[in-house]
């Protein structure tokens, strides 16, 4: 059964029933949470989000827990996951459109961006694809004491578990999905409950891929529900890898839970990120990549953002200029094309924005706002705040707002720069490209960019670490794939030769 949801906006977007896969067999989810989904866009509920009963999240890890004792997956080639892992790409390409018009629907974030980040769900089965036949889990063997090969063996380490955010939800799931499948690994997916409806799509499709090439139901699963169904699978024995992004709290969770059982573990949990504009920038192109980095993905994205570090001698002008480009923002349904802003994704993370804002403003924080909002829907104009010591703004807000600092000094602007727990993202923004780039080798961040603010990573090979607070492990390409891996080393010593036994 599905669902048509009718916007104010020139579109409609057909909503898919919310089901599990589990051992093969597809079916709606039975149970329900304490919370409403919504049309952001309206600020209208839908219907309770879902979740998966006990007895299917039980049977899920067992069918798991089977396929990888058996090895009907692990023991496939690499070159024949790659085919697999194709096939699925191919099917997402034939959906892109409905994922995209999808994401924005739940996510709020505007159609034009959502299409652009929605390559990256077929785009990541490919990758991974590309990554197996390249060898990206054979290593060259190396020649031991004996003169005999020393192989070194990627495996996989067991079932696996995906556990995505609401933000960009169907993107992260393709790349954590296709790597796990790629090491081998059978698969978990569970959804973010605020936002499940292009995951659940892309679950659905890669599950009937997998199905009709013959593929076991406990290779890939996907379990619907909140804090309740991640905990019972993360907590399980039989989960030996977890990938997660989220929110801090619910990150020191699972991270206290794969310590118990000593799973692979690779956490992802956002940024409080700075932009240092250095005293010789253009204050246009500042005004432009402050705007940019504040109101991407409608400023909820781990990279978003977080503090605006200006030299004092131009920090008005730069703040000016990107008040008025705030208010050349269309604000409206993100599914219309025309719209450069959308609604934060549920009431209840408007509710817990409006009080960001509110604390800040308690802190001596003067409020900048310049984006008209249409008169219904959890929109928020986007904020640059005033006024705050640097010491009373560094936990991540996760929305289109940001403290502005000022700096006389680039001892100081490090320090502002590196003035939180946190450590994703850092980005400078400065004529001399040289300059730029010496101060950004001492931000305390996994990557920096130098006069750069786009969603994308400055190369597709590099990885993307987190330091701190904000993760545990490195993403990327390969990084992911190998995430779900142990390394078995196999070879003849020889000693018994050598000596004469």
């Not at 979740?51 to 024949?80: I, K």
Request: aromatic residues 4%.
């Amino acid at each position: 059964m599905t669902s048509t949801a009718d916007t104010a906006g020139p579109a409609a977007v057909t909503l898919p029933e919310l089901v599990e896969v589990v051992a093969g067999e597809v079916a709606p989810a039975t149970g329900t949470l304490d919370l409403y989904l919504e049309d952001p866009s309206r600020a209208v509920r839908l219907g309770p989000a879902v979740e998966s009963a006990p007895e299917s999240v039980e049977r899920a890890l067992r069918a798991a827990d089977a396929a990888h004792t058996t090895g009907t997956w692990s023991s496939t080639s690499p070159a024949e996951r790659a085919d697999l892992l194709d096939a699925v790409a191919t099917a997402l390409e034939a959906r892109q459109p409905e994922l995209a018009a999808l994401e924005a629907f739940a996510t709020g974030v505007p159609v034009r961006q959502t299409s652009i980040v929605g390559m990256i769900v077929p785009g990541a089965f490919r990758l991974a694809a590309e990554m197996l036949r390249s060898g990206a889990l054979v290593e060259a063997p190396v020649t031991g004491a004996s003169g005999q090969p020393v192989e070194v063996l990627r495996l996989p380490v067991g079932p696996a578990v995906c556990l995505v955010p609401w933000n960009a939800p169907a993107p992260m799931a393709a790349h954590k999905v296709a790597s796990a499948l790629a090491a081998g690994c059978p698969t978990i997916l569970k959804p973010s409950e605020y936002a499940p409806y292009a995951t659940t799509l892309l679950g659905t499709t890669v599950a009937e891929v997998l199905r009709d090439a013959g593929v076991d139901g406990g290779v890939f699963q996907l379990l619907q529900g909140g804090p309740r169904v991640g905990g019972s699978v993360v907590t399980d024995p039989r989960i030996r890898a977890v990938s997660f992004t989220g929110g801090a709290a619910g990150g020191r969770a699972v991270a206290v839970a794969c310590a118990e059982n000593l799973s692979a573990l690779q956490l992802e949990l956002g940024g409080n990120n700075p932009l240092v504009v250095m005293p010789d920038a253009d204050p246009e192109v500042a005004a432009r990549a402050a705007v940019d980095l504040l109101t991407t993905l409608n400023g909820q994205w781990c990279r978003a953002l977080g503090r605006l570090v200006l030299p004092e001698a131009s920090a008005d002008a730069i703040m000016a200029l990107a008040l008025e480009r705030l208010a050349a923002l269309k604000a409206g349904d993100p599914l219309d094309e025309s719209s450069d802003l959308g609604p934060i994704v549920h009431s209840v993370h408007l509710a817990r924005l409006e009080g960001a804002l509110a604390s800040l403003k308690a802190a001596g924080g003067e409020i900048h706002r310049a984006t008209t909002l249409p008169d219904a829907g959890n929109y928020l104009a986007p904020a640059l705040v005033t006024g705050v010591a640097p010491e009373d703004a560094v936990e991540e807000v996760f929305g289109p707002i940001a403290t502005v600092h000022t700096y006389a000094d680039e001892a100081e602007a490090l320090a502002i720069a590196n003035g939180t727990a946190y450590g994703l993202e850092g980005y400078v923004v400065g004529t001399d490209t040289e300059r730029a780039l010496a101060f950004a080798r001492r931000v305390r961040a996994g990557e920096v960019k130098v006069n750069g603010s786009s969603i994308m990573s400055l190369h597709l090979m590099t990885p993307r670490p987190a330091w701190g607070m904000s993760g545990l492990g490195e993403e990327g390409t390969i990084e992911t794939i190998r995430c779900f891996t142990g390394a078995r080393v196999v070879g003849v010593e020889g000693s018994f030769a050598l000596h004469g036994r």
